[in-house]
């Protein structure tokens, strides 16, 4: 993140993290809910979202305090990297080699997809396109 580092920057931070942490925790609730456990879904879904809005904003979103809510705070707190690697990890432990690498090549390609996806959205509202 660029910009001088001040106690703003760091509540802009801490806001979107704690929405960002319990809108990941609402996602992997209604995943297990409706699509089961077999199969770490929420954090994929919470994953390709996370990567669509950071790519979004930033294109979208010049700098000050919406950039560190947006970017490091929400989308640090909702995306789940670390919860990724843990789940995939274990499905590894269990004797789900074939859908560790699912995990790890569904995540990859949609999230690069995504953030991809949400730069062309941040420059087309740019260009008043949206």
Request: a neutral charge; glycine letters at 16%; aromatic letters at 10%.
């Amino acid at each position: 993140m660029e910009g001088a580092v001040t106690v703003e920057s760091y509540l802009w931070v801490m806001l979107g993290s704690a929405l960002g942490g319990v809108g990941r925790y609402g996602c992997a609730v209604l995943a297990v809910r409706h699509l089961g456990e077999s199969f770490p879904w929420g954090t994929l879904g919470v994953n390709i979202l996370g990567s669509f809005v950071i790519g979004l904003a930033d294109v979208a979103v010049a700098s000050g305090g919406a950039r560190y809510l947006l970017m490091a705070g929400l989308c640090g707190g909702y995306t789940t990297f670390s919860a990724f690697s843990l789940q995939t990890l274990n499905l590894l432990h269990e004797g789900h080699a074939a859908r560790a690498a699912a995990n790890v090549v569904a995540s990859v390609a949609a999230c690069l997809v995504s953030v991809w996806l949400g730069h062309l959205a941040g420059f087309a509202l740019g260009r008043g396109w949206l």
